[in-house]
């Protein structure tokens, strides 16, 4: 069966301090990846996608940036965070067949404080 | 720009009542509705996909409803449980294979 990790669970940054959050899926191949992030408050918004090893979609602008070295790896970065970095990151994957969109499986999730 | 409202935004009720949580969505050009479930501090749990050339989906004590012309989709959760509480989401995928969420509903059942 499939399963999609996460981590680290929770992160307490400074300011300014460079970030890297990490997402691997197991039990699959090819699959469609996503960022999403969840600030308080607010729903949850797309950040990045990707439907292929170095193949990268941004649907916001923002200082953070995305990369997939490798088929079911998935990394969210920043050089240096910013207060309004501070939120819910999810990441999820699609299996990515030709029809259409399919069904979303979300990971755990890493709650990320920037003080 | 498609824009997801989900209404109510809490609700609290006695358990063993049957509720429905609604979903609204301005551009019907979608390609199918997901209800998903989040715990306080977890990932989202999927409850029910609708595809946009179905109706309805069952899946247990919980069915949701799609009008696509319309923009509604309704999630109904029969004989509701202490268990049943948490905030639940409603998206609709877009071109890309994106979802667009709505803020959530968090549901409360009382024992």
Do not use: M
């Amino acid at each position: 069966s499939q399963t999609i990790h996460q981590w680290p669970a929770t992160l307490v940054q400074p300011v300014g301090s460079p970030l890297s959050l990490e997402c691997t899926v197991e039990g699959t191949s090819n699959p469609n990846l996503y960022w999403y992030r969840q600030a308080a408050g607010r729903g949850l918004q797309l950040l990045f996608y990707s439907v292929g090893i170095g193949q990268i979609s941004s649907e916001v602008p923002q200082n953070l940036s995305a990369s997939r070295p490798q088929d079911r790896q998935f990394i969210l970065s920043s050089k240096k965070l910013l207060l309004s970095d501070s939120g819910f990151y999810l990441c999820a994957w699609s299996s990515g067949l030709a029809g259409g969109p399919d069904t979303q499986y979300f990971g755990p999730g890493t709650r990320l404080t920037v003080l | 720009k498609q824009e997801v409202t989900q209404i109510p935004a809490a609700l609290s009720v006695p358990e063993g009542e049957n509720l429905v949580l609604n979903c609204s969505f301005t551009d019907s050009a979608i390609y199918n509705l997901q209800w998903f479930r989040q715990d306080p501090g977890k990932g989202l749990t999927s409850l029910l996909l609708i595809q946009s050339s179905q109706r309805e989906q069952t899946s247990g004590r919980l069915n949701a409803s799609l009008d696509k012309s319309s923009g509604r989709s309704t999630l109904y959760i029969a004989a509701s449980q202490p268990g049943d509480s948490a905030t639940y989401l409603c998206a609709v995928t877009g071109s890309q294979g994106n979802l667009i969420f709505g803020k959530g509903t968090k549901l409360s059942v009382k024992p």
